[in-house]
C-alpha cells in the first residue's frame, strides 16, 4: 500500500510541474530605472557622513543618508522617511546638489539633496557609525562609488553654506 501511494504521489507531483510550465514567467525586469534618494545634511560648514554596517560587500564605506523611493512615495516624501528611520531626525529639504548618478548598471538612479536637520540629534540608527566632515575632511573617509561625484559637488558649496 505504502508503495502504490508513493508512486500515486510522485505522479501527481509530475503532473503539478508540468502544470505549472504552461503558466508564463513573471516580468521582473525594471522599465523605469528606481529611483534613490540621499541627503547631503549640512550644519555649521559640515556634512553628515554615514558608514555602512552591511551588506558586506559596501560595510565600512561612507554613504549620504537616505534610500529608495517606495511606490506611489514622491522623491522628497522619501527622503524625509528614511532619515527618520536611519537617523532618528525630522530634516527640511533644500536645493539638489549634483547631478543624477546612475547606478545598478543602469538601473538605478541616485539624486541627493542638501538638507538642513528640523529636530532630533542624528543616531546611527542603521549606519556603523555617522562624522560630521569639513570641506577639508571629505576625502578622509572611503565613500560608496555613487557617492563620489556629490561629494564632489559638495566640495564646491560647502564652505558657502
Known amino acids: 500500500m505504502a508503495a502504490q501511494w508513493a508512486v500515486l504521489w510522485a505522479g501527481r507531483a509530475t503532473a503539478r510541474r508540468r502544470n ?5 514567467p513573471v516580468h521582473t525586469e525594471r522599465t523605469v530605472p528606481l529611483i ?6 549640512v550644519a555649521d560648514g559640515r556634512v553628515l557622513a554615514c558608514e555602512r554596517a552591511e551588506p558586506s560587500e559596501v560595510a ?18 522619501a527622503l ?18 549634483g547631478a543624477d548618478v546612475p547606478m545598478a548598471h543602469g538601473w538605478a ?13 542624528p543616531r546611527p540608527l542603521e ?30 558649496v560647502l564652505p558657502t553654506l
Not at 20 to 24: E, I, M, T, V
Not at 80 to 97: S, T
Open 20 to 24: 505549472l510550465a504552461r503558466f508564463s
Open 60 to 77: 565600512g564605506k561612507w554613504e549620504f543618508p537616505g534610500g529608495k523611493v517606495e511606490a506611489g512615495e514622491n522623491e522628497l516624501d
Open 80 to 97: 524625509m522617511r528614511e532619515c527618520e528611520e536611519e537617523l532618528g531626525i525630522k530634516i527640511a529639504v533644500g536645493d539638489r546638489i
Open 36 to 41: 534613490i534618494v540621499g541627503a547631503a545634511l
Open 127 to 156: 549606519h556603523a557609525s555617522l562624522r560630521w566632515l569639513a570641506t577639508d575632511e571629505l576625502d578622509s573617509v572611503p565613500w560608496l562609488p555613487a557617492d563620489a561625484p556629490i561629494v564632489a559637488a559638495l566640495a564646491q
Open 109 to 121: 538612479t541616485l539624486r541627493v539633496w542638501l538638507a538642513t536637520i528640523v529636530s532630533g540629534e
